[in-house]
Nanobody, 124 residues
Framework: QVQLVESGGGLVQAGGSLRLSCVASGRTISNYPMGWFRQAPGKEREFVVVISRNSLSISYADSVKGRFTISRDNAKNTMYLQMNSLKPEDTAVYYC?????????????????WGQGTQVTVSS
């Protein structure tokens, strides 16, 4: 089993940038496809971006394509999300997640391990 801890959230003005980190413990993340998801108040948790074990396959939600960049450093057991050109609609709690099995899965319900989340607030 893997434990995940996110950090790097905060308050930023529209157009600004943040970098989220997700540090894993318990097992090496090289075993898992992973992803970033977010949940805004009153909304369901949604897919942001997912990445395969070796980083060769990445899928972004249309809403963040061209603005967000995911990466992972398996040697450091850490995954990142670089968020640029932030918009107020990006405001949410951001979660990192890992799953057993195949990569490319975007449904949050199919992820097995979750962090506690980090708040990102973008002011207009």
């Amino acid at each position: 089993q893997v434990q995940l801890v996110e950090s790097g959230g905060g308050l930023v003005q529209a157009g600004g940038s943040l970098r989220l980190s997700c540090v894993a413990s318990g097992r090496t993340i090289s075993n898992y496809p992973m992803g970033w998801f977010r949940q805004a108040p009153g909304k369901e948790r949604e897919f942001v971006v997912v990445i395969s074990r070796n980083s060769l396959s990445i899928s972004y939600a249309d809403s963040v394509k061209g603005r967000f960049t995911i990466s992972r450093d398996n040697a450091k057991n850490t995954m990142y999300l670089q968020m640029n050109s932030l918009k107020p609609e990006d405001t949410a709690v951001y979660y990192c997640a890992a799953r057993e099995g195949i990569s490319g899965v975007v449904s949050p319900s199919r992820y097995d391990y979750w962090g506690q989340g980090t708040q990102v607030t973008v002011s207009s």
